[in-house]
């Protein structure tokens, strides 16, 4: 199992120095969040790809209703480029709760949003195999055919595309046929209540045998799970991490979203958990 370390909303020059200093400290990743409005993740991740050689950066995750799929196409392969070849496109339908109550022109209904996250990956595939295609979805047609293939953008570093991770509901079966699409999960759980539910190691390993079972795709596949572990003692680390790779978890994500910026230095700079 990998650790990444989600970090504090902020500044771009603050996410490179924590990722500098991430990457000397040992972590495999390190993650941006984004929000309506905020200091644009894909740039803050420019300035730490900048700032790095070797840790893996990714979003966690971009909201897609708010970006076109081609814009963010474009965003996303000039980033993987220059950071040669480490980036990890997460995805999701977006948090409404975030500010979305003040721009009264972004989609909030929870169907559309789905469906728009469902057709910006299919349209990010496309265009990472700089094709020429048509594309006719309910919310963005493109007719790419149209166009000279001189003006495309460049093919990624990695291949057959950018790594497309996603926000999989479990065990809501439409989100987790979502998930099959792409090329790892970010593992969350819903009641029938509809009420979320703290995930537990059994939950990642029926998600592990379901994609195992259902996923056509040959390319590796990422179980992301979540937490802290900042206030624990080290065997209360092993008690808590140690179920998770057993379980199938392949990535572990420290969150520091709310951190300040020194406390997310002090924790960062104590390295990641250390499994026995």
């Not at 050689?53 to 979003?59: A, E, F, N, S, V």
């Not at 975030?98 to 949003?113: E, L, P």
């Not at 299919?122 to 003006?151: A, C, I, M, N, W």
């Not at 572990?229 to 709310?258: M, R, Y």
């Amino acid at each position: 199992m990998k650790f990444g370390v989600a970090l504090p909303y902020g500044s771009a020059r603050t996410a490179a120095d924590l990722a500098q200093l991430a990457e000397t400290a040992g972590w495999d990743g390190c993650f941006l969040g984004d929000a309506i409005w905020c200091e644009d993740p894909m740039i803050a991740l420019t300035a730490a790809a900048m700032a790095t050689q070797r840790i893996r950066l990714g979003t966690m995750v971009i909201p897609a209703p708010l970006r076109r799929p081609w814009k963010l196409a474009s965003e996303s392969l000039a980033l993987e480029r220059l950071s040669e070849g480490r980036l990890t496109l997460g995805l999701g339908a977006g948090a409404v709760w975030m500010g979305w109550q003040g721009f009264s022109d972004v989609v909030t209904d929870t169907k559309a949003r789905a469906e728009m996250l469902d057709e910006t990956i299919d349209l990010l595939t496309l265009f990472y195999q700089r094709k020429p295609f048509d594309y006719d979805g309910q919310h963005y047609h493109v007719k790419l055919s149209l166009l000279d293939e001189r003006y495309y953008p460049p093919r990624p570093v990695q291949r057959p595309r950018i790594p497309l991770w996603v926000v999989g509901i479990w065990p809501r079966m439409k989100s987790m046929r979502r998930v099959l699409k792409c090329d790892g999960i970010f593992v969350e759980k819903m009641n029938l209540e509809g009420q979320s539910e703290a995930v537990t190691p059994a939950d990642v390993r029926e998600i592990k045998d379901y994609v195992a079972a259902n996923r056509t795709l040959t390319t590796p596949f990422d179980i992301v799970v979540n937490g802290a572990t900042g206030d624990l003692t080290d065997a209360q680390i092993q008690d808590k991490l140690a179920p998770w790779p057993e379980a199938g978890a392949t990535w572990w994500v420290e969150g520091l979203w709310e951190a300040t910026e020194a406390a997310a230095k002090e924790r960062i700079r104590r390295g990641p958990p250390k499994l026995a």
